[in-house]
């Protein structure tokens, strides 16, 4: 356990998930060292105690909170480490309350930070099912990509894509698919919308699928026309950026240093401004995890971390460029990159 943590308490869906690897709208999770127990409502109460082998699984109503806290004094609980980065002020407020009313002595301890970076080292299962979803993305692109038409709307290629990852078994997107066309894509986070088409926009596509609970996240920027000499020449630069950062990024970096290959490029070719995010961020059960690839983070990279490598430049009123991939640090040498799909204007 970590900082005289006695049992972890977990509500958030994703931590959830990741320790017992069931799927569910309500519940918490207690971990000690000796102890797994799962608390879920009467939904969930039959595919709980059929999925999770080992686990102590209770069910709870109303007052679940108060069931909570008598299964941690029962444990000998007296320092709970909780998800201070996504508990509600309400939700611990209750907890508090619940220690309080049950006569217990247990003290709330800060532990996001600990559970984040136990999630941020991925198992060889968990790098082969974002491969997976990487694949399916990847195929949905490439067929989408090929059939992109002058007078399709951004929703529309969005739409398709969304079918497609579906129709080879994803769960769904891993978020909300960008697609930017022409002027828009130097919104790095444009809201896909009613934009059409026209012939030599530049088209970013921004996606993603989840597969068995876990994300994959890629971005190509190309064009079915001919596109201006600036976008050209930016789509160039973040090209050459992506693949120095690709072949230079190890473990044992900071993100920051990662980073930095990229945002120093940029500069020397007179674009510093115009990349505005970081370089990329961990990914996993979430398509944002820890770790940070950012220009202010000192994150270490350390093998097995499955990180995004995300350059872009944009410029406002003619467009923007972004390549990802989606990479995992390796004990020793290159990273392995899981995204193999052309990165051609």
């Known amino acids: 356990m970590f900082n005289n943590v006695d049992a972890y308490l977990l509500f958030n869906p994703s931590n959830r998930f990741y320790f017992t690897k069931f799927d569910a709208s309500n519940g918490c999770v207690i971990l000690t060292k000796s102890a ?78 600990h559970i984040a970076s136990v999630r941020a080292i991925k198992t060889e299962d968990e790098i082969g099912k974002m491969a997976a979803a990487q694949i399916i993305a990847q195929k949905a692109y490439g067929k989408v990509s090929s059939n992109i038409k002058v007078g399709m709307t951004e929703r529309e290629v969005a739409a398709e894509l969304l079918y497609e990852m579906q129709m080879q078994g994803a769960s769904g997107a891993s978020f909300d698919i960008i697609v930017a066309f022409g002027e828009n894509s130097a919104l790095p986070h444009h809201k896909t919308g009613e934009r059409r088409l026209e012939k030599n926009d530049i088209i970013l596509i ?27 020449e930016i789509h160039a630069l973040v090209l050459e950026a992506q693949n120095m950062c690709l072949k230079n990024i190890r ?39 820890s770790t940070r690839v950012a220009a202010t983070s000192q994150d270490i990279l350390k093998p097995n971390m499955v990180i995004t490598v995300e350059p872009g430049l944009y410029i406002d009123g003619v467009g923007g460029v972004r390549i990802e991939d989606m990479i995992v640090i390796q004990e020793e040498g290159v990273a392995l990159n899981l995204t193999n799909m052309d990165k051609g204007l």
């Open 36 to 113: 797994k127990i799962f608390l879920t409502d009467f939904r969930y109460i039959d595919a709980a105690n059929k999925a999770l082998v080992g686990w102590n699984v209770i069910q709870i109503g109303g007052n679940y909170l108060g069931v909570v806290i008598e299964e941690l004094k029962k444990l000998g609980v007296k320092n709970i480490g909780i998800e201070e980065n996504t508990l509600s002020v309400d939700m611990f407020n209750r907890i508090e309350a619940a220690i309080k009313d049950g006569g217990a002595k247990m003290k709330l301890v800060p532990s996001f930070a």
């Open 206 to 232: 921004d996606m993603g699928a989840k597969l068995n609970g876990y994300c994959s996240d890629m971005t190509r920027t190309f064009s079915i026309g001919d596109v201006s000499s600036k976008l050209k």
């Open 251 to 289: 473990a044992g970096m900071t993100g920051h240093e990662a980073d930095i290959i990229a945002r120093e490029y940029f500069k020397a070719n007179g674009y510093e401004k115009e990349f505005g995010h970081s370089l990329g961020h961990g990914i996993g059960i979430d398509v944002h995890e």
